[in-house]
């Protein structure tokens, strides 16, 4: 054994003294000792090695854990009745004792978690339990768990699942503990890490333990104060996504119980914002729960009761009222604030409106139970308070036109859009009509405020939803015609303005996929002139088009051109072209070291390329529904998806046995899929002028590359684009893979 270590051992041993003031002296002795560079080394190889003949950091940890089972006992033997400075110091002692295990923990772990996490548990979880050990010890402790332990993943793979069932009961009981004395706070963000622990490490936790949950709620309301409970309410959330899947019934009851009290603790209560935020999200999954995919009924999957559609009444009145307060507050503050509203509470809205929205009623009188406690609750003589609320799409159409104040507005056109979007059948046909011609009103007004973008996306969501409608009448179709070519007219006007072009082209997009109006020759100059530079968006409406319209022969650009300024008429195939590869990229600024847009942005897989290639084709409309129709490859699919409940849903709805399969679609082979890629034939004078421009493309950045200047992304942007079109032209049968390999686009791949 090295001497630092051996100074280490006697010193560890010294701390077992029966002399309180040799102890004293080797306690500090012990500190300078654990930071010393030569003893910590050593240390940090023995726990490495887990050879247990060598002293190592967990001995260590023993021979402190004595000293402190020494030093509490002294101090729960010594004299109760004295005098206030004996009880401060005392106090002070206690305080000591904790920093020194803080301390301890800090130098064994700093590198590297070195102690056992089983030892370090117990120590805790011993303490904890122990009343003697009085606050100072217990606060201390639950601090080292929380920041030293469950803030450690390693140390998540070592704790057992009966150890993570323990914590869980343990801070839960000191949360329900009614004593000032403890720090509910702390308690509560222990009782979210464990939580996420026991669902995340184990096979979740038991249902009963619901109960702590329900309790919890329960006294936040009784107590009038909401310590700590957004850290237990999103406890609540991750436990619940969890036991949804076997226990969606208890899930759903515990939703009709806790519910109300939280809608009071909203009403009643000062809210601050991350707590708002938690408790929308618990009331979402609820809603997931009760209804998955936006079912209404029980037939169709729904969870039903009485009590659970009056929490839908008053939930959907007090968001209502949420966003007027919203909207008041950001008309009345100072300085600049955002006028839209967070996504999460406009997802809850419109889920909440796709719920209580019925056709045949426009108001109701709703009780307000949640506002009573519950002993009034249970005195059939105290009446509930009762409120007449204003339900159905007059309610969105009468907060768009009533107020032009953007703050006011912007949030009803948010909600719109989101309820649209989420589920199109909960916009009446009759209400198409109403609704576009408020939404093409506000359009005009856009240039005057932020609304601009809100407008387009609602614009969008409608375009969408319409052409999914198939019994609309001829008159109704001839007067929503009207509006949608005065649309359509506006928004191609509005695309050289960068701020809403993303907006713009989604708008027309769904237009042209909808076969709403005729796709026009003003449209076509959008892609062949200087109104806009291309981008992802812009790209990605030009896909739509190809797919639905023929594309004239020549496209006649006016005085507006400056961009892809030309010699010679070009054809409209070619143009596109032009635009696409060569915007920004004249004869005269060849040196210039800025790239063409194609090369700064990022743009779908593959987009580009498709309709590059498509547009050498004679038949272009054909090329490009071919192209769509590939499946895309399982990578750039899966990096679509994120994460949600949907699954979940789905597996609710299964147990309905409506209209489900229970026979998984299997994938086809993409060969399958496809139609016959035979029969295309190519404009070869088009296809050279696309190798022409590809070519010129590539050697302008090759000629102003720069390793200090040039982006590597700029690089293989390019380099991509040369081996796609090659790749679509080996896929549609053009070229052979042979002949691909020996162009001159592959080779400057490799330049």
Same mark, same amino acid.
């Given at each position: ?5 051996? $100074? ?27 930071? +010393? ?6 240390? $940090?190889?023995?726990? $490495? ?54 301390? %301890? ?25 122990? #009343? ?5 010890? =217990?606060? +201390? ?205 406009? &997802? ?11 056709? *045949? ?46 703050? $006011?507005?912007?949030?009803?056109? /948010? ?25 093409? /009103? ?24 319409? =052409?999914?409608?198939? *019994? ?30 993303? &907006? ?31 981008? #992802? ?64 942005? *990022? ?48 597996? %609710? ?49 090759? *000629? ?48």
């Amino acid at each position: 054994m090295s001497l630092a270590l051996n $100074d280490l051992l006697i010193c560890c041993r010294q701390l077992e003294n029966d002399r309180a003031t040799e102890r004293r002296k080797e306690v500090e002795k012990f500190k300078r000792l654990i930071r +010393d560079p030569e003893t910590v080394q050593h240390l $940090d190889r023995h726990s $490495d090695s887990r050879l247990g003949k060598y002293l190592n950091w967990d001995a260590v940890f023993r021979f402190l854990q004595k000293y402190i089972q020494k030093e509490t006992e002294c101090l729960r033997t010594a004299k109760p009745n004295v005098s206030a400075s004996t009880q401060t110091s005392r106090q002070k002692k206690m305080q000591e004792i904790s920093s020194l295990v803080r301390y %301890f923990i800090k130098c064994a772990n700093k590198r590297a978690p070195r102690l056992k996490c089983p030892e370090l548990l117990n120590y805790i979880m011993d303490t904890v339990k122990n #009343s003697s050990n009085g606050v100072i010890y =217990g606060a +201390d402790c639950s601090n080292i768990l929380l920041k030293d332990i469950l803030s450690v993943r390693k140390y998540w793979c070592e704790i057992s699942q009966q150890q993570w069932l323990e914590l869980f009961s343990v801070y839960f009981r000191l949360y329900l503990q009614p004593s000032q004395d403890i720090n509910r706070v702390l308690v509560a963000r222990i009782i979210h890490a464990v939580t996420k622990g026991c669902c995340s490490q184990t096979d979740g936790l038991n249902s009963k333990f619901l109960d702590f949950f329900s309790k919890a709620i329960q006294s936040a309301r009784q107590e009038k104060s909401s310590v700590g409970l957004s850290h237990i309410l999103a406890a609540l959330t991750i436990f619940l996504k969890t036991l949804a899947v076997n226990f969606r019934i208890r899930v759903c009851e515990l939703g009709d119980e806790i519910l109300p009290t939280l809608l009071y603790i909203w009403t009643q209560h000062r809210l601050n914002d991350s707590l708002k935020e938690v408790i929308i999200e618990l009331f979402q999954l609820q809603i997931y729960i009760h209804h998955p995919k936006g079912a209404k009924t029980h037939e169709k999957g729904a969870y039903e009761s009485t009590k659970w559609q009056s929490i839908l009444y008053n939930l959907y009145d007090l968001l209502v009222n949420e966003i007027s307060h919203i909207g008041s507050r950001g008309k009345y503050s100072s300085g600049s604030r955002n006028i839209a509203v967070k996504e999460n509470l406009i &997802e809850l809205m419109a889920d909440t409106c796709h719920q209580v929205f019925n056709e *045949n009623i426009r108001s109701l009188e709703i009780s307000q139970s949640y506002t009573t406690t519950q002993r009034q609750s249970t005195n059939y003589g105290v009446p509930c308070k009762r409120r007449k609320i204003e339900l159905g799409w007059e309610v969105i159409k009468d907060n768009l036109q009533k107020s032009q104040n953007d703050f $006011d507005l912007v949030p009803w056109l /948010q909600i719109a859009t989101q309820l649209i979007s989420k589920y199109p059948a909960s916009l009446p046909t009759y209400e198409l009509s109403p609704l576009l011609l408020i939404l093409y /009103q506000l359009l005009p007004q856009q240039r005057h405020g932020e609304r601009t973008p809100y407008v387009l996306r609602c614009l969008t969501e409608v375009a969408l939803c319409q =052409g999914k409608k198939s *019994n609309l009448e001829s008159s109704q179709k001839s007067d929503l015609l009207k509006l949608w070519i005065k649309i359509w007219s506006v928004t191609c006007r509005g695309i050289s303005s960068e701020q809403i072009q993303t &907006e713009n082209f989604g708008l027309l997009g769904a237009i042209i996929q909808g076969s709403l109006v005729e796709v026009d020759r003003e449209f076509w100059k959008l892609f062949t002139g200087s109104a806009c530079k291309p981008s #992802s968006p812009a790209v990605c409406c030009l896909t739509l088009a190809l797919t639905t319209s023929v594309l004239p022969e020549t496209v006649k650009v006016g005085r507006e051109q400056n961009i892809c300024e030309v010699n010679r008429n070009f054809s409209s195939k070619e143009s596109i072209m032009r635009w696409l590869l060569l915007c920004q990229l004249e004869d005269d600024l060849e040196d210039t070291t800025v790239p063409p847009p194609v090369l700064q942005s *990022n743009f779908p897989h593959l987009i580009l390329e498709k309709i590059l290639v498509s547009l050498t084709m004679k038949n272009c409309k054909a090329a490009v529904n071919f192209f769509q129709s590939v499946p895309e490859c399982e990578k750039h699919q899966k990096d679509k998806e994120e994460p949600s409940f949907s699954e979940v849903e789905e597996l %609710f709805l299964q147990t309905t046995f409506d209209k489900m399969d229970f026979v998984s679609t299997v994938r086809e082979c993409a060969a399958e899929q496809c139609q016959s890629s035979l029969g295309f034939s190519v404009h070869h004078s088009l296809k050279e002028s696309l190798d022409r421009y590809l070519l010129k493309l590539s050697e302008q950045l090759l *000629n102003n590359y720069s390793s200090e200047v040039t982006n590597s992304e700029t690089l293989v942007r390019c380099s991509s684009l040369l081996v796609g079109v090659l790749g679509c032209y080996c896929y549609v049968g053009i070229i052979t893979e042979e002949e691909a390999y020996t162009s001159e686009l592959f080779q400057k791949t490799g330049s």
